[in-house]
């Protein structure tokens, strides 16, 4: 019987995986794919989002904040290169900058730091290359880009050092409730026997 079994190893499983392998229980990790981040996680745009666009109040603008709080440690203590160089909501238009004003109310209630509205003139000392049809922008310095694929590699490798188990090639075909948990079909010939079940899987 294993404690936990995530299905997914894209960015959310290996991360589900990295944080379980901490304690004392046993995680079980499939994969459809022969190996991992092979779906949205290797081709998404590699931001760390501030947590400006999320709605205030929810789970996903709480969680988004102190993410993008935690990567700069976390991608340092994995080894995985990060760089914290912020992001612009860029408005072209008067109308546009009515998102940019919303935008920055939201963040605000979101609790991210730093946020600021940028006007034309503004925005063109901090990049220059940017079109001089530009009319503001909005400023989150806690934003970054990281790769990825590293990243979830990175806390893939760390989840298995401590103790998790990662198989590849192991697409999961059904799940059923049992009296003690659940019970997981892999590949159509297989069962898994478990306590708790992470969905992190993609389409």
């Known amino acids: 019987m294993v404690d936990v079994t995530i299905i997914g190893c894209g960015i959310i499983g290996a991360a589900a995986a990295f944080e379980l392998s901490k304690y004392n229980v046993s995680v079980l ?5 022969n190996d991992i981040a092979l779906g949205a996680t290797r081709a998404n745009s590699a931001i ?6 999320p709605k205030p109040g929810t789970i996903m603008a709480r969680l988004n904040v102190r993410g993008c709080e935690m990567a700069k440690q976390l991608t340092s203590d994995l080894d995985v290169p990060y760089i914290n160089n912020g992001s612009l909501v ?7 900058m009515e998102t940019v004003r919303m935008l920055y109310a939201r963040g605000n209630e979101n609790g991210v730091p730093g946020l600021t509205i940028l006007s034309k003139e503004e925005v063109l000392k901090m990049e220059p290359y940017v079109s001089e049809e530009v009319h503001g922008a909005l400023y989150a310095p806690s934003a970054g880009i990281v790769n ?7 806390m893939a490798e760390t989840a298995v050092k401590n103790g998790a188990e990662i198989r590849l090639n192991a697409k999961v075909t059904g799940i059923s409730k049992t009296a003690s948990g659940y019970s997981v079909s892999v ?4 069962s898994i026997e478990t306590r708790y079940v992470i969905n992190a899987a993609g389409a």
């Open 48 to 53: 760390i989002h501030a947590g400006y666009d």
């Open 148 to 154: 990825p694929w590293e990243y979830a590699i990175a």
């Open 90 to 96: 860029l408005a072209f238009s008067e109308k546009e």
């Open 29 to 33: 990790v499939l994969e459809k794919e």
């Open 187 to 190: 590949n159509e010939h297989e």
